[in-house]
């Protein structure tokens, strides 16, 4: 079994700067990509960044330049910086990973989401 766990979210004004943070537990042998996404109400789940086991990282237009994303292997953990939030950065956030297992068993698997709210 594999587990992520997030935290870091919350109620932020416009403008305001949070970071999420998502560990990862069980029987793991290796992460490859990990990744966050979104799903704002009413809407469908969107990816927001993905950053591979190397480094190399891809993030939605909208998100450029404002979040960054990035991952300690050895904790098994992966982050998002968000800053200058707006409003429509709304959303629950969910982190996700393709993990190799220890039985050598491959899939991805997601975190149980964290809340962010951006408003004034």
Same mark, same amino acid.
């Given at each position: 079994?594999?587990? $992520?766990?997030?935290?870091?979210?919350?109620?932020?004004?416009?403008?305001?700067?949070?970071?999420?943070?998502? +560990?990862?537990?069980?029987?793991?042998?290796?992460?490859?990509?990990?990744?966050?996404?979104?799903?704002?109400?009413?809407?469908?789940?969107?990816? &927001? /960044?993905?950053?591979?086991?190397?480094?190399? +990282?891809?993030?939605?237009?909208? &998100?450029?330049?404002?979040? +960054?994303?990035?991952?300690?292997? /050895?904790?098994?953990?992966?982050? $998002?910086?968000?800053?200058?939030?707006?409003?429509?950065?709304? /959303? &629950? *956030? *969910?982190?996700?990973?393709?993990?190799?297992?220890?039985?050598?068993?491959?899939?991805?698997?997601?975190?149980?989401? +964290?809340? &962010?709210?951006?408003?004034?």
């Amino acid at each position: 079994q594999v587990q $992520l766990v997030e935290s870091g979210g919350g109620s932020v004004q416009p403008g305001g700067s949070l970071r999420l943070s998502c +560990t990862a537990s069980g029987s793991i042998f290796r992460i490859n990509d990990m990744g966050w996404y979104r799903q704002a109400p009413g809407k469908e789940r969107e990816l &927001v /960044a993905t950053i591979t086991s190397g480094g190399t +990282t891809n993030y939605a237009d909208s &998100v450029k330049g404002r979040f +960054t994303i990035s991952r300690d292997n /050895a904790k098994k953990a992966e982050y $998002l910086q968000m800053i200058s939030l707006k409003p429509e950065d709304t /959303a &629950v *956030y *969910y982190c996700n990973a393709d993990v190799l297992t220890k039985l050598l068993h491959r899939g991805t698997y997601w975190g149980q989401g +964290t809340q &962010v709210a951006v408003s004034s």
